[in-house]
């Protein structure tokens, strides 16, 4: 009898425990999140973006065949997981990807998803359908795919040329959503359809974008949102303001910079605030094509007298962090580590030392305290890039260069820079997955659209093609930081610092993460719910 | 009269015209185009992408064709598609245009409500200490920016009402409309106002010295009948014209209030579809701003020749 009243007891203990268990990871259904837009996207078609002011708001509207978890900071290999594919497996000598997709999916007008759509949408990315796309900023991420094939409607394969592990990785981005066959480019740029878990209802260009609740939704329970409002607010103290008032549950994801983040956490001291990296790095673009920085002393010279470390504690009140083309540890996973960073010419720690090795070279090329040389500093007439160039120029007088800012507006900056109308550049450059194959044949491979420098070098070429194609992720890491610190030597791109930026959310607002090495793929926010 | 609202009307469609044919080609003279910040947006050229879309878009007609299907698509009433939204110009102009409106109007109603009454109460009481401080605060409207004055209001209600005067678009009480509108157009309107009293009490000053007032008072009129009937009928035509010119120039402060307080007006659209080169809506909407300010110096015009009609049989 003891033993039966133990065991009632016992059943009874744990019947109170795991509801509330349950109930304790479980969102609330319900309400309008309410956040402010930084600026007004061109459009609502993510394919032909390439900033994220369209990923945040449209992410939630589509499904990607695979996605980073979205309740991990950091996106990693180990961190994909399936959405519109079930699972998928690496067949023919790592040359085929195979996906086998999730049945019963509809598109937001009824529509059924099947595999054609895959293919459809691959192959506008790849150039290759009736379709086109206006812009196509990511075609470079699907060289090394010859073609898509179907086998039914729920299986698809995507056959390489040659094995390339990082596919999956650029497929997990808030880049690569799936499309639907049957709507037009044109008609996804003003009115999106797509699986997710949000559907489109309307953007006002320069006021707002709305989007709600999908009922139809084929994850269960999800969302937990009826929808999501962003009012456009290219202000940013206003926006601010209107945040701390309570007018918004959410700041724009990592609008916050690091000396506004204060304000906001002295008036509104109950807000949850975050501070992550963003995946931006801060640059200098060299047009080594004419004189005076055809020469390489020059080049060396000048990437070896910045004092990186003053323009964190300057611009980010130390918060921001230093690096090669990949974004440092340990948000990074690919950045070189410390002592191999600082074996770099420049990357020491003792700057002053650096310089005079910098003024040495200078001095080789025909510089010196009594010959300065003139130089024009290009950059586009923004703060994130204004800001830096003047730092950039103060600390080239160190070196005997004396710096002129040359502020151009942004409808000017790429033809500009195409036409090599430039000396040196102070320039941003986003990566949206943290993966080398997206950063160095986007940036850095002999005549992609967005090596603006046209630096090409065959024999990096051939490295980049061996990272690419390495399975074991720790000899393609060393593979990744001899490329990367070769870069810096051939200064290639001298990067100044990896940015960091804070976003501010209400604390009811609950399911939300920022991740912490990508600043486009975490907008999914089906888990994000309201505990109000 | 009749000739001379003739004129006057001949006059505006010959302004007009002139002021299609400026708008049009230095929007062009302007470098780039929305093609290049749309690639710029995208973060790489492609010129064959580019050669298509500026074919799709027709920016690689030549001025003087494309000058053509923008005039005669507006005598038909076609007012062409935005390049952005890719929606109709006109869908996107004429919702912001009341909004645009209501608060430019709001801003010239105060303007002219505490302008022209101050203006008239410094001047009659010309040397005092209420003179001098309608005068300092005149002068503290003309010096305050109104982005600045903008942003000082909305630091200050949040930080001592923890309220946000942000634009509401579907207001549902009253109060709520007027909140809406009501800073910003205090905010934009602060300036004009200080202009406006200013104007007036100089105005004022010189009128109040001639014979005909101090004849009036020997014949024993009262001050108010003085002061409101007798000098600042006279007084008033400069003051027209300057709320005149004002309501030209509000559209340059509302930009700035817009984008303070965020209201989805034609100004703040108006500098956003500039910065896209967003050409059929900055044309149309520049246009429409023309149109606007010309038709306010008709008024002015014509208002001056009901208070004066010396001006209709001079001119």
Known sequence: MRSVRALAAMAALSLLTVP????????????????????????????????????????????????????????????????????????NDNKTLTFKLRQGVKWHDGKPFTSADVKCTFEMLMGKSQQKFRQNPRKAWYSEVNDIS?????????NLKRPQPSLLALLASGYTPVYPCHVSPGDMRTNPVGTGPFKFVEFKANESIKLVRNPDYWKRGRPYLDGIEYTIIPNRSTAILAFVAGKFDMTF?????????????????????????????????????SAPFDNIDIRRAMAMALDRKAFVNILFEGQADIGGTMLPPPQGIWGMPKDRLESIPGYGPDVNANREEAKKLMQKAGYGPDKHLAVK??????????????ILIDQLKSIYIDGELDVVETANWFPKVARKDYMLGLNLTGNSVDDPDQSFYENYSCGSERNYTNYCNKEIEKLFDAQSQEIDVSKRKQLVWDIDKKLQEDVARPIIFHARAGTCWQPYVKGITIMSNSSYNGFRYEDVWLDK | MFAYLVRRLFLMLVTLFGISVVIFFLLRIVPGNIVDILFAAAGYVDPADKANLEKELGIDQPLVVQYWHWISG???????????????????????????????????????????????????????????????????????PSFWLGLLILTASVSFFGQMPIFNPNPKTFLEAFATYAVPAAAVGFRSAALTMRITRSSMLEVLRQDYIRTARAKGASDASVNYHHALKNAILPVITVIGIEAAFLIGGLIVTETVFNIPG????????????????????????????????????MLYAVFDPRIRFTD
């Open chain 1, 377 to 390: 500093v290009s950059t586009r007439n923004l703060a994130e890039y204004r800001d830096p160039a003047v």
């Open chain 2, 266 to 301: 034609v100004a703040r659209f108006l500098v956003e579809a500039i910065r896209w080169r967003d050409y059929p809506i900055v044309q149309n909407l520049v246009m429409f701003i023309a149109v606007v300010v010309v038709f306010a110096n008709f008024i002015v015009d």
């Open chain 1, 20 to 91: 509330t268990t349950i109930f304790a990871g479980e969102g609330k259904q319900g309400g309008v999140l309410r956040m402010y837009h930084r600026d007004s996207p061109a459009n609502a078609s993510i394919h032909e973006g390439a900033t994220y002011s369209i990923n945040v708001p449209f992410m939630g509207v589509f499904n990607n065949l695979v996605i980073y978890d979205q309740h991990i900071a950091q996106n990693s290999p180990d961190t994909l997981r399936p959405e519109l594919a079930e699972s998928w497996a690496w067949v």
């Open chain 1, 150 to 158: 179907t086998n039914g409607d729920f299986e698809v394969s995507f």
């Open chain 1, 253 to 289: 994801p990592t609008h916050i910079t690091i000396p506004l983040l204060k304000d906001v956490k002295s008036q509104a001291p109950n807000a949850v605030c975050v501070v992550e990296p963003t995946n931006v790095s801060t640059n200098i673009i060299v047009n080594s094509t």
């Open chain 2, 74 to 144: 507006l005598l038909r009433g076609d007012f062409g598609y935005s390049y952005v939204s890719e929606k109709p110009a006109l869908q996107e102009i004429l919702p912001r245009i009341p909004i645009t409106a209501r608060l430019a109007g709001l801003a010239l109603l105060f303007s002219a409500s505490i302008g022209i009454p101050l203006g008239v109460i410094s001047a009659v009481k010309q040397g005092t200490r209420l003179d001098y401080t309608l005068r300092v605060i005149s002068l503290s409207g003309l010096s305050l």
